[in-house]
């Protein structure tokens, strides 16, 4: 067990609901690396579990917070932490008051919010600088950014934006990633110059929420004070070479009207946007702790739209969140219907232990996730053939990235992010040309090349 694990003493007042709770808050936490203590000293987390029943209660609390009060302070001195929680009765009736009366307490938890235990164990060491020890498996697919890939023709990516601090209760990311962090303007301008000298002619900027993006200002713009992600995609679409910028993955909260501007007037930015609901009940979306509603959700892309008419939207959805009955599923249903989804990626749920999910009572069979999952898969790919066979008769302008698989074939990307390939000269590959779109199937647009053949050069 490495050195850095955290130690974990829970006092436990009164009923057996107490003792029960106490257990289950032990086991949301272990996979945040705490293991348990017998005694409070030398203790990274200290929880009082505290009981209203008996008269008094709260004093008894209040005398037990002053004898920690040392200890913490004599874990200060060394250099260490001691965190105090006070979870329980008393914490649900005195509330906030108590962190008044004992400014030794970080942390009060009624019995209703042990779901956010996790999530409020990861703000208050986040606020402190600890570093959480994890037992999160790190290489899972939904913890991994696309790999930032190393250039290999006319395409990169770059990482611009890590971590997170939306805390939706399915996820690893807060956790594995810890705190939102952004790169400097000048840094990523550095590095993108450096792209478009080598041939570069699309940027896609990464991050876990990337939308969140409030990195330093270039120099000479301190005043500005953080810049966002519209900002820095104006800025970046300065750079010359560089014709084509994409971003991935944004949150609904975090889509501003300056980004939605941007959309409207910034040609260089493509019209796609990556915007994941995950489900379209309300319910479960608060359950998701995903900060909005599903008509908020629909408001934002009427918005989007508005700004770039033509604009790809594409999604993530899970099926079988807990708690997830029929008709919050056929919600998730409606909402596809209702958008209308370029293309989207769906997943079962999937338990992950220290999120607040994995502790919910009221998990989904997994025969029941499946056949939504099914239905759901099959709506989307029909969405996605019928997005695709709306290019039909037009024009496109195409960013050839490589040889096709077949002989005299050029594959590339449509402002859509759509594959297209088309018979072409080896020469246009790395160039912008103009595509007549012929057919198409559900993964990809077939053509022929418009003359003159490219558009830039
Ligand atoms: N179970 C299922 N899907 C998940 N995702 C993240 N965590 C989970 C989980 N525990 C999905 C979400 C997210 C995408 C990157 O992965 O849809 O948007
Ligand atoms: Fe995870 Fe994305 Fe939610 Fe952040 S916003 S917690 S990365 S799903």
Partial sequence: MSSTRKRLFIKTYGCQMNVYD???????????????????????????????????????????LGRLRPL??????????????????????????????APVVDLVVGPQTYHKLPELIARAARAKGEALDTEFVVE?????????????????????????????TFCVVPYTRGAEWSRPVD????EIRGLAAMGVREVTLLGQNVNAYHGEPPAGREADGPWGLAQLLRHLAL????????????????????????????????????????????????????????????DLIGRVRDARPDIAISGDFIV?????????????????????????????????????????????????KGERLQALKLLLDDQQTAFNQAQTGQTLPVLFEKAGRLEGQ??????????????????????????????????????SLVLPATVDS
């Fill in 72 to 101: 913490k302070e004599a874990r200060l001195e060394s250099g260490d932490q001691m965190t105090i929680a006070v979870a329980g009765c008393v914490a649900q009736a005195e509330g906030a008051e108590i962190m008044k009366r």
């Fill in 140 to 168: 899972d697919k939904f913890d991994k950014l696309p790999a930032a890939r190393q250039v290999d023709g006319y395409s990169a990516f770059v990482t611009v934006q890590e971590g997170c601090d939306k805390f939706c």
């Fill in 239 to 298: 750079i010359g070479g560089i014709d084509r910028l994409r971003y991935t993955t944004s949150h609904p909260r975090d889509m501003g009207d300056d980004l939605i501007a941007a959309h409207r007037d910034e040609e260089k930015l493509m019209p796609y946007l990556h915007l994941p609901i995950q489900v379209g009940s309300d319910k479960i979306l608060k359950a998701m702790n995903r900060q909005h509603t599903y008509a908020e959700y629909v």
């Fill in 22 to 64: 106490s257990e289950r808050m032990k086991d949301v936490l272990t996979p945040l690396g705490y293991e348990s203590s017998e005694t409070p000293e030398g203790s990274d987390l200290v929880i009082l579990n505290t009981c209203h029943i008996r008269e008094k209660a709260a004093e008894k609390v209040y005398s037990e």
């Fill in 410 to 447: 050029l594959h590339g990307r449509s402002p859509y992010l759509q594959s297209v390939h088309v018979q072409g000269p080896a020469e246009l590959i790395g160039q912008i040309g103009h595509v007549a779109i012929e057919s198409v199937t559900r993964n990809a647009l077939t053509g």
């Fill in 187 to 190: 840094q990523l301008v550095a």
């Fill in 320 to 368: 079988g969140f807990p708690g997830e009955r029929d008709e919050d599923f056929e919600a998730t249903m409606k909402c596809v219907r209702e958008i209308g989804y370029a293309t989207a990626y769906s997943f079962k749920y999937s338990r992950r232990p220290g999120t607040p999910g994995a502790a919910m009572v009221n998990q989904v069979d997994e025969g029941v």
